[in-house]
């Protein structure tokens, strides 16, 4: 039970709707919430600690990547994005991978939802700070990092611009042009292009944290230089 338990101390559901408000998970016997929750892996895909899909499994967990947009209203701008999904086994080295192009200096944004008096989430910054020193760092935080469903992080290069960001649902998103070097990164890492491809955030789903990953979060901000903003 103790990996029940950790969805049941800081559990919240994303995808009900005011107008829609019934929930895959309303109305199961708690064997049937159990077994779901136990569920880490849908054929040859794993899924973190972090998250599991609703209970109807909307959208079924898989490895891939498309193509999206984000327009900033505020700027009048289009920025070109890359979504994906990747496998447990892989995927956090596969964002170590992701991150070094960006450059040899970057800036980090941690993203927290730990707090649940905070509405939304709260993000967290740390400007400048050398490649390897931060990849050294989030290796100390693998774990966190893969498999706290309230911690999310992003590094990017405000020269560039480019961000990639590791979000709270463990899907990678990596903003700005050229995207081909991410692309090809990906796809030499077994993550295929799949432009119909849904990814969790597109339906119900669960989060999971805990008091020690709130506490690790806390200890990741400090080795930042974030402790004085958190």
């Known amino acids: 039970m103790g990996f029940l338990k950790k969805f049941f ?28 929750l136990g569920i880490n892996q849908y ?34 701008s289009r920025v070109p ?25 970057v800036d980090v944004v941690l993203e927290t939802s730990h707090d649940p008096g905070e509405e939304g989430h709260t993000d967290l910054y740390r400007e400048h700070i050398d490649m390897p020193v931060l990849r050294s760092i989030l290796y100390e935080y693998e774990d966190l990092l893969l498999n706290d469903g309230c911690t999310g992080i992003a590094v990017l290069n405000p020269n560039t611009p480019q961000e990639v960001q590791f979000d709270e649902h463990k899907l990678l998103i990596v903003y700005g042009s ?33 008091e020690e990953y709130q506490h690790q979060f806390q200890e990741l901000c400090r080795r930042l230089g974030m402790d004085e903003k958190y």
């Open 43 to 76: 054929g040859q895909f794993q899924l973190t600690d972090a998250v599991r899909p609703s209970y109807d499994l909307k959208v079924h967990p898989k490895q891939g990547y498309r193509h999206d947009l984000y327009i900033d209203e505020e700027n009048n």
């Open 178 to 210: 050229p995207l081909e070097t991410f692309e090809h990164r990906l796809e030499r890492n077994g993550v295929g292009h799949e432009e119909d491809i849904r990814f969790i955030t597109e339906a119900e789903h669960v989060h999971s944290s805990s």
């Open 9 to 36: 101390r800081n559990v919240f559901h994303e995808g009900a709707t005011h107008a829609n408000p019934t929930s895959s998970f309303d109305h199961l016997t708690d064997d049937q919430l159990e077994a779901h």
């Open 81 to 105: 994005v890359l979504m994906a999904s990747a496998s447990k086994d892989q995927l956090f080295e596969l964002f170590m991978d992701m991150i070094q192009p960006l450059g040899q200096t």
